[in-house]
């Protein structure tokens, strides 16, 4: 079956033809294991469903407000694939939890990336400065913000910052009475709340509507992944490598507490000197792998089967 025969004709939304081609009674639902102490409470869950095309992520958290969007995102490198990259690699911003100092510089460090992205909360202050020391001059510091807290006193404390990403409840009058640039994901708030634009292909519902999505935010446009795997983060660094402009590094690559994968090690989407490759599919897991990290509980693989149904349905 062709592109052609999977969009709608007036538009490049995915349509319900997909259903033929994805088996999604025997997808596989894995948990990779995560390093304690980082901010996760157990492994990370996600479904992997392949494609005529290749193979694609499905892993919404547990508030998504739309699973049908995460499974277009999914469904769309096995179907249709994903528009052309306008760059062969992409910047990474290293992602630092809310750990202790040492854990942050260490993070940092081993990374080889110029620009961190690090998690508010608990001694804030501390860790940014670990940051700062790890990454020498000229690197770049981003806060990410979960809960509203007093955010306007915190970002006093903080020093320069690349921006800061807010909750949506908060970002507008924070924006009023600090001078940082504040980056507020799509569909949480008005963009004109925002200076910079959070995208994710995976709650966008693909690559093609993250893009569209960016040509009328009017801002500036950064790609924060929320998947689990070296597959689904693909299809974050592909809408990253597509994007026009890409004036800052994009938090698109495996976490370092992140410790199993379902791709090669040649294919794990890790920084090297601080860049990750822009490809044209996802990597193909490895059936060792698959049997590695499925996930055991009976009881956690029925609830993905029966949500992955019910966004099935609803395509």
């Known amino acids: 079956m062709s592109e052609r025969d999977c969009r709608g004709e ?13 088996d999604f009674d025997n997808a596989a639902v ?11 409470p157990g492994p990370r869950e996600c479904v992997l469903l392949e494609g005529p095309q290749g193979w694609g992520e499905f892993s919404p ?22 528009p052309d990259a306008v760059r062969g690699r992409v910047p990474v911003a290293v ?35 670990a940051v700062r020391d790890a990454l020498g001059s000229g690197g770049r510091i981003r806060v990410v913000v979960a809960h509203a807290g007093d955010a306007e006193t915190d970002l006093r404390r903080w020093g320069e910052l690349e921006f800061v990403a807010l909750p949506a409840a908060i970002a507008a009058e924070v924006r009023r009475r600090v001078d940082v640039p504040v980056a507020v994901e799509v569909g949480r708030v008005g963009i004109a709340a ?47 490598g597509a994007l ?57 693989v029925e609830r993905w089967r029966a949500r992955l149904s019910r966004a099935q349905e609803a395509l």
């Not at 894995?30 to 996760?40: F, Y």
């Not at 200076?195 to 040509?215: F, M, N, P, Q, W």
């Open 10 to 22: 007036a538009s490049d939304e995915i349509v319900p033809c997909v259903k033929t081609l994805i």
């Open 30 to 40: 894995v948990a990779l294991p995560v390093t304690p102490g980082h901010s996760e």
């Open 61 to 82: 958290p547990a508030d998504a407000d739309d699973d049908v969007r995460w499974l277009t995102a999914a469904v769309e490198p096995g179907t249709v694939g994903w």
């Open 95 to 129: 992602q630092v939890p809310a750990v202790d100092p040492a854990q942050a510089h260490e993070l940092v460090r081993m990374s080889g990336c110029r620009t961190a992205e690090v998690s508010a909360g608990g001694d804030t202050v501390s860790r940014l400065e």
């Open 194 to 240: 925002a200076d910079v634009a959070v995208l994710s292909s995976a709650s966008s519902g693909g690559v093609r509507r993250a893009l569209r999505i960016a040509e009328t935010v009017g801002v500036p446009c950064v790609v924060r992944a929320g998947r689990a795997s070296s597959v689904g983060l693909a299809g974050e660094v592909a809408l990253a």
């Open 244 to 300: 026009p402009e890409l004036p800052y590094a994009c938090a698109v690559s495996r976490p370092a507490w992140v410790t199993g994968d379902v791709a090669a090690a040649s294919r794990a989407l890790i920084p090297v000197d601080g860049y990750v490759p822009v490809a044209p599919m996802s990597p193909a897991p490895q059936p060792e792998l698959l049997d590695r990290w499925a996930l055991t509980d009976h009881q956690a």
